[in-house]
C-alpha cells in the first residue's frame, strides 16, 4: 500500500490562481519529496523536506510539513497553464535509501 | 551530462517473452532505484540497489530481476514477460545523504512496455 496519498485527485483552477494539494502519510519519515510529471514524460523534482524543517520555498512554490499531523501541502502560486500536470509526494520512512510515492494529484490550469 | 538514460523507450512483447531494460546514469550517484507506473498511478518500487553491488526487493518484485552492472548502470530484466507487467518502467538515481538518507531522485524519461 502506498504510504503516501494526495489530495484532492484532481484540481482544475484559472491562470493566476493558487493551487494548494496535500499529502497524508501513515509512519515517521525522514523526508518528503514533490515531484511534477507531464503528460507522457518522467518526473521532475520539485523541493526536498526533511523531517526537521516546516516550510520551504522555491520560485512560486511552498511546501509545508506538519509531522504531527503527518501530512504536507504543496503551494503554487500565479498558477500558469505551463504548470498542467501530475504531483506526486514521495516519502522516505525510518527504512532509509528507498521512498514511496502516492497516487498524485493532476493539476489543470486553464488560461 | 545526460543525466539517466534508458533504452528502450518502447517496447511490445509476446507473453512469454523476455527481454532487459537498461539505465545508466552520469552523476556518479550511489542508488539506484526502478520503479513502475501504471495507467492513473504513482510510481512503485520494484527493485533499488543502495550501491553498486548490492540490490534489494522493493514493493512489486515479482516477475523481475536486477542487476548494478558497476556504478553507472542498473538493468531489470523481465524472465518471462505478462500482460499484468503491461506499464511505464522508470529508473532513478539519487545520492544518498547522511545516514543513508535518500538525497533528491533523478529521473530518467521512461520505457513504455506492452506485453501481448
Known amino acids: 500500500s502506498q504510504q503516501g496519498e494526495e489530495d484532492p485527485q484532481a484540481l482544475s483552477i484559472q491562470e493566476g490562481e493558487n493551487a494548494t494539494m496535500n499529502c497524508s502519510y501513515k509512519?515517521?519519515?525522514?523526508?518528503l519529496q514533490w515531484y511534477r510529471q507531464n503528460s507522457g514524460r518522467g518526473l521532475v523534482h520539485l523541493i526536498l523536506?526533511?523531517?526537521?524543517?516546516r516550510e520551504k520555498h522555491s520560485g512560486r512554490l511552498r511546501v509545508t510539513l506538519d509531522t504531527s499531523k503527518k501530512s504536507s501541502s504543496l503551494l503554487i502560486t500565479a498558477s500558469r497553464a505551463a504548470d498542467t500536470a501530475s504531483y506526486f509526494c514521495?516519502?522516505?520512512?525510518?527504512?532509509?535509501?528507498?521512498?514511496?510515492f502516492g497516487d498524485g494529484t493532476t493539476l489543470t490550469v486553464k488560461p | 551530462n545526460a543525466g539517466v538514460t534508458q533504452t528502450p523507450k518502447f517496447q511490445v512483447l509476446k507473453t512469454g517473452q523476455s527481454m532487459t531494460l537498461q539505465c545508466a546514469q552520469d552523476?556518479?550517484?550511489?542508488?539506484m532505484y526502478w520503479y513502475r507506473q501504471d495507467p492513473g498511478m504513482g510510481l512503485r518500487l520494484i527493485y533499488y540497489?543502495?550501491?553498486?553491488?548490492?540490490?534489494d526487493k522493493g514493493e512489486v518484485p515479482n516477475g523481475y530481476n536486477v542487476s548494478r552492472l558497476n556504478k553507472r548502470e542498473f538493468s531489470l530484466r523481465l524472465e518471462s514477460a505478462a500482460p499484468s507487467q503491461t506499464s511505464v518502467y522508470f529508473c532513478?538515481?539519487?545520492?544518498?545523504?547522511?545516514?543513508?538518507?535518500?538525497?533528491?531522485?533523478?529521473f530518467g524519461p521512461g520505457t513504455r512496455l506492452t506485453v501481448l
Open positions: 552523476m556518479n550517484h550511489n542508488s
Open positions: 514521495a516519502t522516505e520512512g525510518a527504512n532509509a535509501g528507498k521512498s514511496t
Open positions: 540497489s543502495a550501491s553498486e553491488g548490492t540490490t
Open positions: 523536506i526533511r523531517s526537521n524543517e
Open positions: 532513478a538515481s539519487s545520492e544518498q545523504g547522511a545516514s543513508g538518507r535518500q538525497d533528491t531522485q533523478y
Open positions: 509512519t515517521s519519515i525522514n523526508n
